[in-house]
């Protein structure tokens, strides 16, 4: 089985500290996204990986970037957390086209900013 | 582009009765569509696919979708659902140039199944 790790699954924090969220997989996948779900909204894509060190803004990557140095893991990073980044962020990892284009979701990181 | 819309963003329903969650979708190119689950405090999962081939596509847990390009669209139907099936559902289209593989997710309906 496809195996997507997020690191935390809940976080605290501060208004302008610099938060880390961490993404393994365990399938050899080319591809990694990040999303964040908040109500009534779905799932919007913030960024998105193809491949070690590249990386495609989504829909809203506003205050957020990502890092991709090895091929399982893909780190989310707000650099100056705000309250309006509370929300559920989800990782997933896919094969690409090869794979029908299926993504494999982590358990999610509900990240509250105070 | 591609877009996906759900109609509806909740649907209470009581166990044992048949459930329909419909989803349209815009898309210029040829499509890969998908449904995914969501249960309370967890990840999404896939729950069924529609890639190629028989329009009709099935769940082991009951769920089955029909594919209708005319209607563009991919609802997702049980003919008797259980308390267990409360869940978030949640449609995807996809396609195969989409860059990256990435999916276009519809905003969720919200299925509670009342005993």
């Known amino acids: 089985d496809v195996k997507v790790t997020q690191s935390s699954r809940y976080l605290v924090k501060r208004t302008g500290e610099k938060v880390f969220l961490e993404c393994v997989q365990d399938?050899?996948?080319?591809?990694m996204f990040w999303y964040r779900q908040d109500p009534g909204l779905g799932l919007r894509l913030i960024y998105f990986?193809?491949?070690?060190?590249?990386?495609e803004k989504g829909d809203i990557p506003e205050g957020y970037s990502v890092s991709r140095e090895k091929k399982e893991r893909f780190s989310l990073i707000l650099e100056s957390a705000s309250t309006n980044q509370t929300s559920m962020y989800l990782c997933?990892?896919?094969?690409?086209?090869?794979?029908?284009?299926?993504?494999?979701f982590g358990a999610g990181t509900r990240l509250s900013v105070l | 582009a591609q877009s996906v819309t759900q109609l509806d963003s909740q649907v209470p329903v009581f166990e044992e009765a048949p459930v329909e969650l419909r989803c349209n979708y815009s898309?210029?190119?040829?499509?890969?569509l998908f449904w995914y689950v969501q249960y309370p405090n967890q990840g999404l999962q896939l729950l069924l696919k529609?890639?190629?081939?028989?329009?009709l596509v099935e769940s082991i847990n009951g769920f089955e979708a029909e594919f209708n390009k005319s209607q563009t669209s991919f609802h997702l139907r049980k003919p008797s659902v259980h308390i267990s099936d409360t869940a978030e559902y949640f449609c995807?289209?996809?396609?195969?140039?989409?860059?990256?593989?990435?999916?276009?997710f519809g905003q969720g309906t919200e299925l509670s199944v009342k005993p």
């Open positions: 898309s210029s190119v040829s499509v890969y």
């Open positions: 529609y890639l190629s081939g028989s329009t």
């Open positions: 997933a990892s896919s094969l690409g086209a090869l794979g029908g284009n299926i993504q494999y």
């Open positions: 990986s193809y491949d070690v060190k590249m990386k």
């Open positions: 399938m050899d996948h080319e591809n």
């Open positions: 995807a289209v996809s396609g195969p140039y989409n860059q990256g593989g990435k999916l276009i």
